[in-house]
Every structure is written in C-alpha cells, then in structure tokens.
C-alpha cells in the first residue's frame, strides 16, 4: 500500500521558547531588546569609555581612516579580479542584481581569497570586535557589496538579527558587522544609512517566510523588512545617520541596529566588504522559523574558527 508522506510544514519555534518572534504574527511589534549592547570592557581592548558609551547609544561606530591605502592595495585588486571572475558568477556564493546581470554581492569571500580572509583576521578589526562582544569571535559571514556605478540596486532597511534570528537561528544580539570601504563611500553613491539607537527595539515582521528565501531575498529583500510605522518611530526617535568615507574608513554596526542603502545611479562604484562577527558564545541553533538552515556561505554553522586562527 503506497503511502503520500505529507511534508508537515516545518512550525516556528514556540513563542516562550523565542525571545525574538517575528513573521509569526499579523501585525507588527517593537518591544525592547534583551540583551547587553557591548559586553566588553574599556580596558579589554582599544576602544575607550566614550567610543563604547557611544556605541551604547547609537549602534555603531564611524572610523574615518582605520586602515591605510597602501595596507588595503591588495585587497581592492582582489576586489577587482573577483568582479571579474566569470566562474565565481556561476556559483551560489554570487548574488546577481535583480535588474541587471551585474554582480550585487559575493558571499563567503573569507573562504575563496585568502587575501580577503587575511582582512577578517585584521588585528585592529578583530580587537574591536572581541572588545564589543567580550570573547573571541568567529566569522558569521563575509561579503563584498559592489553597489555598482549606475546599476546598483536599492538594500532596503532591515535589521540584520531579525534575519540571523529568523532563518539562521542566531540565538542573541551578540554579533557586529563590519564594513569597510574599498572606494569612496560618498553622500550620493548609496552609502549605508543607519538609524541611531534602533538597536535597542526589535520590530518584529509579518509575513511567514518562504523555503530558501535567500534565493530572492538577498537580491531585493521584500520580506523580514520592517513596517513603515515602525521604521517612522524609529527615526523620529533617532534619525538617519549616513557615515562616508575614503577608502579606508570602517563603520561597524551592531547587528540589531536598522540599516539600508539607496540605488547608485552615479558613476561611481560604492564597494565595501562586509565581515560580520559573532561571539563565539552565540553559535547558532536551528533557525526560529522552523525551516532548514540557509547555506553554509550565507551563515557559518559547521567550522567556528577564531579569528585568530584564520
Ligand atoms: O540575509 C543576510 O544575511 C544578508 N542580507 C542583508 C540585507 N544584510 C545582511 C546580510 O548581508
Ligand atoms: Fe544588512
């Protein structure tokens, strides 16, 4: 006697067991974050009292000129040559822009460059980092973001947990991304805007969210987005901030602080690499959504490998 084996669809986790829920209900819902902002000390690294106040505060931090040219050349013509690499846009770990065939954004750079890697391990990046999470730290993910002139498209906002949560199954807000800027990020070649002390309220989403959503989502997410009420009282409280730079300048932002970007419809690339540090005491669980977990080169889960060994 065959058998249909009904797929159960896979149910979210139960909500006493979620301190985040989110696309779980039908309207949306600020509530306060539950956990520490910066869990290190000023004498843990080289951030002082008013840089970790600062961070506190707003949810980030601008550094105008943390890294030198000369020490990011050969990083910006690996830039250069992955841009370039016909084979890597063929592969998973490549996100093509939803209008044009150019490239929006590479995945797990760390994996495939070993100059890209090296910059993860950067001894200023990764102090400031294990000082902001207070441990040592492993790379979540890696990307470079092209923002390329005239057909970059649109990041719009969103908070990076309320995803790593959701559909990677990251436990706590104890993670940070870096963006370090490998051109000029100027005010109109679609700089990351961020919204100051957003970090400190989690908006839940509505929407359940779909098998492999990554698929669509990380090419224009429509889906795990704050809503317009919410995003309007967070600005009103806070602002937009847009932190430029020469190539060079480095913004971290914690990972619960609401961020998008604009379009480019100027000639000018507005490339970053982005590493996003976790705690090594945040390894992630099975995603709150309930559905498998998204690749490996989207969200690290199999080798939690210290920055320092990298
Ligand atoms: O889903 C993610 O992990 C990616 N999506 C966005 C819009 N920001 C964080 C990350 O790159
Ligand atoms: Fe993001």
Request: charge should be negative; glycine fraction near 6%.
């Amino acid at each position: 006697m065959s058998h249909i084996s009904v797929q159960a669809s896979p149910l979210p986790v139960a909500p006493e067991a979620d301190p985040y829920p989110s696309r779980v209900a039908n309207k949306p819902q600020i509530t306060a974050r539950q956990d520490p902002v910066v869990y290190g000390k000023a004498i843990e690294g080289p951030l002082d009292e008013q840089a970790l106040a600062q961070y506190e505060e707003n949810g980030f931090l601008q550094f105008d000129a943390l890294l030198q040219l000369d020490e990011l050349e050969s990083v910006i013509q690996e830039l250069d040559r992955l841009r370039q690499d016909e084979a890597l846009k063929a592969t998973p770990q490549c996100v093509i822009e939803p209008e044009s065939r150019e490239t929006r954004s590479i995945f797990a750079v760390h994996e495939i460059s070993a100059i890209m890697r090296g910059l993860c391990a950067h001894p200023k990046l990764a102090a400031i980092a294990q000082q902001l999470l207070g441990s040592e730290v492993y790379v979540h993910q890696s990307r470079i973001n092209f923002k390329q002139g005239f057909h970059g498209e649109p990041f719009y906002w969103h908070s990076d947990f309320e995803t790593w949560h959701v559909e990677d199954g990251m436990p706590s807000m104890r993670a940070v991304s870096c963006s370090i800027a490998l051109t000029a990020n100027l005010p109109y070649n679609g700089p990351l805007m961020l919204i100051p002390g957003s970090h400190r309220h989690f908006v839940s989403c509505v929407g359940e969210t779909p098998e492999d959503h990554y698929k669509q989502s990380l090419r224009r997410q429509e889906l795990g987005v704050p809503d317009e009420d919410s995003l309007t009282q967070l600005v009103r409280n806070g602002g937009v901030v847009s932190p430029t730079g020469p190539v060079g300048s480095v913004t971290f932002f914690e990972c619960n602080t609401m961020h998008g970007s604009n379009s480019n419809i100027t000639p000018y690339p507005r490339s970053n690499f982005f590493v996003v540090y976790n705690s090594i005491e945040n390894p992630l669980v099975d995603p709150f959504c309930g559905l498998p977990p998204r690749p490996n080169h989207i969200s690290e889960r199999q080798r939690l490998i210290r920055v320092k060994d990298l």
